[in-house]
């Protein structure tokens, strides 16, 4: 089982503290949505699909005005490697709009990668609550597609040897898609020599892991458009279909 955490940047807080959270009020062309009004559609779709929330996590930054959530699903994936994740994000300060980040946790290492995010509604426009059903089961209806490409992403993954030279050249690569920054180059070279955790033959999967490991440093609102640009980085690299 993993143990999901929200990692670096965000207060954990319980669900009193999310519903108690206060909503700026409506202008004429911006519609903030309360962060538990967002969160229970959400899960209420979830569960009408027929996935389960194993577990979940809240997180409030700039005094309550943005929001972070992660949940892990059961999905009828077998793999004993990563559970099916969901990072969903809501802000009241027009910082990002609200939007779905699906993608993997690894168990191993409790590193999280995300493959696909949805924007609700656009933005917080005056029509998101008419159009929010709608949207929330337009990125729903994505995890059971993910879960199918995720399985055939990470066997690529495994399969792909790589040489030192190989890795530098990568690390490169995902600084220039800005997978990475370029402070934490010597964290992730590091990493790849001397892992933390143990993913057997050098492959692309180790330097994956390597990756999102040292992403445990970034602010955790900042993770999805990191790992889907390291994602298409080593999709790419390994031949699969983009």
């Not at 199918?148 to 600084?175: G, P």
Request: aromatic letters at 8%.
């Amino acid at each position: 089982m993993s143990s999901l955490m929200l990692h670096c940047g965000a207060n954990e807080v319980e669900w009193d503290t999310i519903e108690m959270s206060p909503t700026p009020d409506a202008t004429d062309s911006w519609t903030p949505i309360p962060h538990a009004e967002l969160i229970r559609g959400v899960k209420d779709r979830v569960c009408q699909s027929g996935m389960q929330i194993v577990q979940e996590h809240h997180g409030l930054t700039k005094e309550g005005m943005r929001y972070f959530g992660l949940m892990e699903l059961t999905n009828g994936c077998n793999s004993e490697d990563y559970s099916l994740i969901l990072g969903l994000r809501n802000s009241h300060d027009k910082s990002f709009p609200a939007g779905i980040a699906v993608g993997a946790g690894v168990f191993v290492c409790d590193n999280l990668s995300f493959s696909g995010e949805v924007n609700l509604a656009r933005r917080h426009t005056r029509f998101i609550r008419r159009d929010l059903p709608r949207v929330i089961a337009t990125a729903v209806g994505r995890i059971s597609d993910l879960r199918h490409s995720q399985d055939e992403r990470f066997a690529a993954y495994r399969q792909r040897a790589l040489t030192d030279v190989e890795v530098h050249d990568l690390t490169i690569q995902a600084l220039d898609v800005q997978a990475i920054g370029s402070t934490t180059i010597p964290k992730v070279l590091a990493e790849w020599r001397q892992p933390s955790h143990d993913f057997g033959e050098p492959t692309v999967w180790g330097f994956f892991n390597a990756c999102t490991e040292v992403l445990k440093g970034y602010r955790i609102e900042h993770l999805p458009r990191r790992t889907m640009a390291l994602h298409g980085l080593l999709d790419s690299y390994c031949g699969l279909a983009i």
